[in-house]
């Protein structure tokens, strides 16, 4: 084929593919037109999960009626004129690509008016005008997106069902209403409101009206601010976590970003006081000049390079730990990781303190905070070791107080204390399941405030929370009470069903109930870092050794490390 430049109608179905992947992605873009128009209101709506509509409506400065179609055209926008101007982004958008990449694989009616001036409505289909009209309208923008890719056949069967998409679009609506606390949100799908932010500008307000009280309650406010740098945001205790990093959320001059680099500044300033693949929770805002980010790396805007990388690590890392040190957590850290870092941690006695937590002078939330009962898990007496037995080992001690030391037979063998403890604890849930005795009544019952979006995911999944134990009742239209609770939840009901709902929003999850059992038995296991009495440490590995699968925990990874007395014979040249 000749060489040719490509028809403007190609072009934009082109870039579409790396703007438009999916209906979030339109909202994305919809909603940041809206706040880069000064909006402070914003209302979405979808049906079927943005598939057949997608409706975004704002107060914002509205679109002159002989500048709408060119608001269409690729590369029209208002938001940057001079080169310079690539250098200091304030604004959401600033390619002027997302409406014309929209429009021309999808059906759109617009209205559209700026103040005290007559609006228009228009009609484009695949990017073509059908026709437009001066309208009356508030002063602001409504755009409706209807039959996304209905002309790229292939696109559309890359969409996953209704559900996928609208929790898709449900993840980045939540980012967006949290990205701006001072702008007030609407989110429905299918005409079922999801969420209202106030819009006063208070994050820990906008993160309730998303999450529901009982989520957002034991958050700790985090703040930083110097002239080049500020940092505020909200954190959990160490004792509140997940097992994913869904609710890290990074901001970085308001823009929800995807970074490696932040995420490992929240698992450095945890360091020491959480045991691996445990993630707190973080929303944390990042604002500065500018100059000092590249926005324009990626079409999506979901990623940022940094001038100075490393300033903001070190600095992230600070305002976490300070905040948590001034909540007295100690951090458990081994002294050789501790010099090699850039921040010396400050060391107490060499282990958890979680029992210790006091609240601050300044009377910030965390004085309301229900601590869990079980932070420091202690081993269950299920099963003294009969003394009647001869043992074929002896328990040596504690290691780090990680791990449990063993002489067996011809092996040293070290024990990782919480994984151990999590293979006794799943074991045990599921022979509790096959006997069908999960649950122990509440001797009062516990009640919850939910998200919208959770209280649906349970409604929707009440036999599987059955089958784990539990016995809800719905007392309000976000509220539930707990009345039973599988014995692994005990003392921690709220956190536990709270993070089980989050686990049952996974659509990729083989088996739920599976999971559950994981989360279950790894919340209820002793910590890293925890000290075990004699028979504590005895009981453990008695329990243990008597499991079928005792050498992996169940997330499959390894309890035993053994070295053979052969191993280290042959280490001292004894052989
Ligand atoms: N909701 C809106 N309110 C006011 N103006 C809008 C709105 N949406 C789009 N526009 C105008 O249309 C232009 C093109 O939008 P878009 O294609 O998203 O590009 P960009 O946001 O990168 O400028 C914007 O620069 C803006 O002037
Ligand atoms: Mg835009």
């Not at 690509?97 to 929209?102: F, G, H, N, R, V």
């Not at 079409?299 to 300033?311: A, G, I, N, S, W």
């Not at 919850?448 to 929370?465: G, I, P, R």
């Not at 009495?533 to 005792?550: G, N, V």
Request: aromatic fraction near 8%.
């Amino acid at each position: 084929m000749a060489i040719k430049l490509l028809q403007d109608d190609l072009i934009n179905k082109i870039a579409a593919g790396e703007v438009v992947e999916r209906p979030a992605s339109i909202v994305k873009e919809l909603v940041e037109n809206a706040i880069d128009a000064g909006a402070t209101k914003i209302n979405v709506n979808i049906v079927r999960g943005g598939i057949d509509s997608v409706e975004v409506e704002d107060n914002g400065s509205g679109i002159a009626p002989d500048e709408l179609m060119l608001a269409f055209q690729r590369h029209a926008t208002s938001k940057i004129g001079r080169e310079e101007d690539l250098n200091n982004i304030a604004t959401m958008g600033f390619r002027g690509e997302a409406l014309p990449s929209i429009a021309s694989v999808s059906k759109i009616q617009i209205m559209t008016a700026q103040t005290d001036k007559p609006g228009i409505q228009a009609v484009l289909e695949g990017g073509v005008l059908i026709n437009s009209a001066p309208c009356s309208c508030p002063p602001g923008t409504r755009i409706m997106i209807n039959d996304v890719f209905y002309n790229t056949p292939a696109r559309r069967e890359f969409l996953k069902t209704p559900v996928t998409e609208g929790n898709n679009v449900h993840e980045i609506m939540n980012r967006l209403a949290l990205s701006r606390p001072d702008i007030s949100f609407k989110f429905s799908n299918q005409n079922k409101t999801f969420f209202k932010t106030p819009g006063k500008g208070d994050l820990m307000d906008t993160v309730t009206s998303i999450y529901g009280r009982d989520f957002s309650q034991n958050l700790i406010p985090v703040a930083y601010d110097s002239d080049r740098f500020s940092i505020s945001g909200l954190i959990s205790p160490p004792e509140i976590t997940r097992t994913n990093r869904k609710n890290q959320l990074f901001f970085v001059n308001t823009r929800a970003i995807r970074s490696p680099m932040l995420y490992k500044t929240v698992d450095q300033a945890y360091r020491g006081l959480l045991i691996s693949q445990e993630f707190p929770l973080a929303f944390l805002f990042i604002n500065m000049p500018p100059a000092e980010i590249d926005a324009n790396v990626h079409p999506q805007k979901t990623e940022v390079r940094f001038r100075d990388e490393k300033v903001i690590f070190r600095l992230v890392v600070e305002v976490i730990r300070d905040t948590l040190g001034q909540l007295n957590y100690k951090y458990n850290l081994p002294t050789q990781l501790a010099d090699s870092e850039p921040y010396t941690p400050d060391y107490d006695n060499g282990r958890f303190e979680f029992s210790t937590v006091a609240p601050r002078e300044s009377g910030m939330a965390y004085q309301n905070m229900t601590k869990p009962d079980n932070t420091e898990n202690r081993y269950d007496f299920t099963s003294l070791p009969a003394s009647d037995t001869p043992l074929n080992y002896r328990v040596m001690g504690q290691c780090f107080n990680s791990y449990i030391m063993i002489e067996k037979e011809n092996e040293l063998v070290l024990i990782d204390q919480h994984a151990a403890h999590e293979r006794i604890n799943y074991d045990k849930l599921r022979s509790a399941a096959d006997k069908g005795n999960m649950s122990q009544a509440l001797a009062f019952p516990v009640s919850v405030q939910l998200s919208v979006k959770s209280m649906q995911v349970l409604e929707n999944n009440l036999q599987t929370l059955t089958s784990l134990g539990f016995t809800i009742d719905i007392i309000g239209p976000r509220e539930i009470a707990i009345r039973t609770a599988p014995w692994a939840a005990r003392g921690n009901e709220r956190e536990t069903i709270l993070e089980i709902l989050e686990l049952l929003q996974e659509d990729k999850l083989l088996d739920v109930t599976d999971e559950a059992y994981k989360l279950l038995a790894c919340k209820k296991s002793i910590k890293a870092g925890q000290v075990l009495s004699r028979l504590e440490m005895e009981t453990i590995i008695a329990d243990l050794l008597k499991l079928p699968d005792y050498r992996n925990c169940p997330h499959g990874r390894p309890v035993i490390l053994s070295i053979s007395r052969q191993e280290m014979d042959h280490h001292f040249k004894r052989i």
